[in-house]
């Protein structure tokens, strides 16, 4: 049974940095990090894989986000840096439960078949 456990969501000012968790356990190949923000579809912010570390990242977040892990402690982190009001939003954090290869995957929700609960990051200017 896969479990998530988001923290570290709050306010700050623009310009600043958040650190986001997610605590995880059960069976998965990558965690991958959306946002939704009021009257928006949910999109995607970036992802690790599990085995090799890879990342990637959504354009509007590149440079300025970095996702890494804690293997010891079954935690991802969402490290966002250079904040702007446009990254206010609920963010969650998903699980993976299948293996897939090659370019451009574990971009789609559809990929995901667990969600944590949410945290809500609010930026102001």
């Known amino acids: 049974q896969v479990q998530l456990v988001e923290s570290g969501g709050g306010l700050v000012q623009a310009g600043g940095s958040l650190r986001l968790s997610c605590a995880a356990s059960?069976?998965?190949?990558?965690i991958g990090w959306f946002r939704q923000a009021p009257g928006k579809e949910r999109e995607f912010v970036g992802r690790?894989?599990?085995?090799?570390?890879?990342?990637d990242y959504a354009d509007s977040v590149k440079g300025r986000f970095t996702i890494s892990r804690d293997d010891a402690k079954n935690t991802v982190y969402l490290q966002m840096n250079g904040l702007k009001p446009e990254d206010t939003a609920l963010y969650y954090c998903?699980?993976?439960?299948?293996?897939?290869?090659?370019?451009?995957?574990?971009?789609?929700?559809?990929?995901?078949?667990?969600w944590g609960q949410g945290t809500q990051v609010t930026v102001s200017s």
């Open positions: 690790i894989r599990l085995t090799g570390g890879s990342t």
């Open positions: 998903a699980a993976a439960p299948s293996y897939c290869s090659g370019y451009g995957c574990y971009r789609g929700k559809a990929e995901y078949g667990y």
């Open positions: 059960g069976r998965m190949f990558a």
